[in-house]
């Protein structure tokens, strides 16, 4: 078992198909935190309750939802941004998340996050931080 950061195989032909709508106002997206023993890659396919953390805090099982949503294009690449996301009141230990649509039936996968080891909060806050909002660093990146 791993968690090993991708876009989800299934997200890229989703994305052909029309059937996520990451642009301001367009679907809801939520990210849910995983346990290194959790099997995640780029060939997920939708959200999964097998080696999710457990309810602790403010995070219950299905994570959080991503707000503050946007994309852009510059220089041929497009990109998608999301607000950093804070759980607080937590005591877990995660190695990784999946992003997801929630609007979709299925729960599409969009996202492998792998933090590179376990991060851990105890009866605190718990953050997960986005990278800048650039064609070189955003969280998604097509080009």
């Known amino acids: 078992m791993a968690i090993s950061q991708a876009v989800a195989n299934s997200f890229k ?11 301001t106002g367009g679907n809801t997206f939520k990210l849910a935190l995983y346990v290194s023993t959790a099997n995640l890659s780029a060939a997920t396919t939708s959200f999964t309750t097998t080696g ?10 299905g994570g959080g939802t991503l707000q503050s949503q946007q994309t852009s294009v510059a220089s041929g690449v497009a990109i998608v941004d999301f607000a950093d996301l804070s759980f607080t009141g937590v005591t877990l230990t995660a190695r990784g998340a999946l992003i997801y649509n929630d ?31 650039t064609t070189s660093a955003a969280i998604l990146r097509i080009s």
Do not use: C, M
């Not at 996968?109 to 105890?122: E, N, P």
């Open 52 to 61: 999710e953390v457990g309810d602790s805090g403010q995070y219950a099982s």
């Open 13 to 23: 032909k989703e994305l052909l198909d029309g059937v996520h709508d990451l642009d």
């Open 103 to 133: 609007t979709v039936a299925g729960d599409p996968a969009v996202a492998v996050l792998d933090f590179g080891g376990d991060k851990t909060a105890t009866a605190g806050t718990f953050t997960i931080q986005f990278p800048a909002f």
